[in-house]
């Protein structure tokens, strides 16, 4: 899965699952897999299947919340078929790295650099496939390791690792409420409504303010 901090999301998988607006309105991607082929990597940068997909989304659209970006995503494409949006919930956020960590090798087995062609397929998800010359043979390296009755018996089991919405800061949360006025009445509502650090304390503050004025006018 990856994320991006603030806006969309930058990579988004050739089988293509895009993105979610979740916690606190970033978007996220989830990546669903079933075969995945890189090839002719370049130093410092390399063009995948995903950063084609992302090719297709206009990120200079007008869009001003996550629900825009969900329906600009939906219609960039049409052939093969449009993007699968999914709106994902804080719960279905889960500790996904923490679980798959004791089943693969912390490092990559293989030396990256001279890889002219690699390989991930769910046929065989314990190893890839790779060769270092344009037409020579398919090499294949183990990236999972060896888990024994003992390490089986101590994994975790996969947990939500959000019930909520994510605060953002305080600060960030009262800038918004002043650029907001640039937007449509519907963006102004999200950006009312998101959750930012120390909201009960302020929501306390404003109840006991308005129980005080009561009181004075009585």
């Not at 130093?43 to 200079?60: A, I, T, Y």
């Amino acid at each position: 899965m990856s994320k991006g901090p603030k806006g969309i999301i930058r990579d988004v998988s050739p089988n293509a699952i895009v993105i979610s607006p979740a916690a606190n309105g970033k978007l996220f991607a989830q990546i669903h897999v079933t075969h995945n082929k890189q090839r002719k990597w370049r130093m410092g940068h390399s063009f995948m299947e995903c950063d084609r997909d992302m090719c297709l989304v206009n990120q200079k659209a007008n869009v001003e919340t996550p629900a825009d970006w969900m329906e600009e995503f939906r219609r960039s494409r049409q052939k093969p078929s449009p993007f699968n949006i999914v709106a994902m919930e804080p719960h279905m956020f889960q500790n996904v790295t923490d679980y798959v960590k004791p089943f693969y090798r912390a490092s990559c087995p293989i030396a990256t650099r001279p890889l002219r062609e690699i390989v991930f397929s769910q046929d065989k998800p314990q190893l890839f496939r790779y060769r270092i010359s344009w037409n020579g043979p398919m090499d294949t390296a183990v990236v999972t390791k060896p888990v024994g009755k003992k390490t089986a018996a101590t994994l975790q089991p996969l947990r939500s690792l959000y019930q909520q919405r994510l605060p953002i800061k305080a600060a960030k949360y009262k800038d918004l409420q002043v650029l907001k006025q640039f937007c449509s009445t519907e963006a102004q509502h999200f950006f009312e409504s998101l959750p930012y650090d120390g909201m009960e304390d302020t929501r306390e503050e404003n109840s006991d303010s308005e129980i005080s004025e009561v009181s004075d006018t009585e």
